[in-house]
């Protein structure tokens, strides 16, 4: 029995420069659970059901990372939260910062809505982690003060029909470079 296989395949022309090729794999996680994190004094602190790793076939592939979150909730009325992206151990596709800022990827002001979701992070980043080894991805939560951030649920998470608990979800798409 015959067999070809390839890790690349380009047009017959080859790819126009600065362009990326096919997607390679896929893997997504999907947390279907609630959590609450107590979080004190701008600790980033790791939302574990939502990590994820990938090992890149080629050192030149870009990561697609898409990360929706169904809500959030906190137990604070005027505080600030943000949600960071983590490759390995350093936060990626943050602000720069500056002075005495914190850099995030998306920042909220809780309200303390009782049984309503308050703020739901969406958002993408094209990754280019440069290596062949496996590259962990993980959701970073903070807050300022000592409050309780909640993910999946509201802060007063009532049981009733009309109260909401959602899913979050966290897919890596590895792009040929």
């Known amino acids: 029995m015959s067999e070809l296989r390839t890790n690349r395949i380009v047009p017959r022309d080859g790819l126009p420069s600065g362009s990326a090729g096919g997607i390679i794999q896929v893997k997504s996680t999907t947390m279907t659970t609630v959590a609450s994190y107590s979080i004190s004094g701008m600790t980033w602190t790791e939302v574990t059901p ?11 592939s870009k990561i697609l990372v898409m990360l929706t979150m169904g809500g959030m909730a906190s137990n604070g009325n005027g505080q600030r939260y943000g949600v960071a992206l983590r ?80 899913a979050s979800s966290l897919t890596l798409m590895e792009i040929s470079g």
């Open 50 to 60: 939502l990590t994820t790793t990938i090992t890149p076939t080629r050192s030149d």
């Open 87 to 166: 490759r390995n151990s350093q936060n990626i596709g943050v602000n720069a910062g500056g002075q005495s800022h914190t850099s995030a990827s998306w920042a909220y002001t809780g309200r303390d809505l009782g049984n309503a979701l308050e703020g739901h992070p969406a958002f993408n980043h094209l990754d280019s982690p440069g290596t062949t080894s496996a590259v962990t991805y993980r959701v970073m939560i903070t807050t300022e003060g000592s409050y309780t951030l909640y993910v999946n649920r509201s802060n007063a998470d009532a049981s009733s029909s009309s109260v909401f608990r959602t």
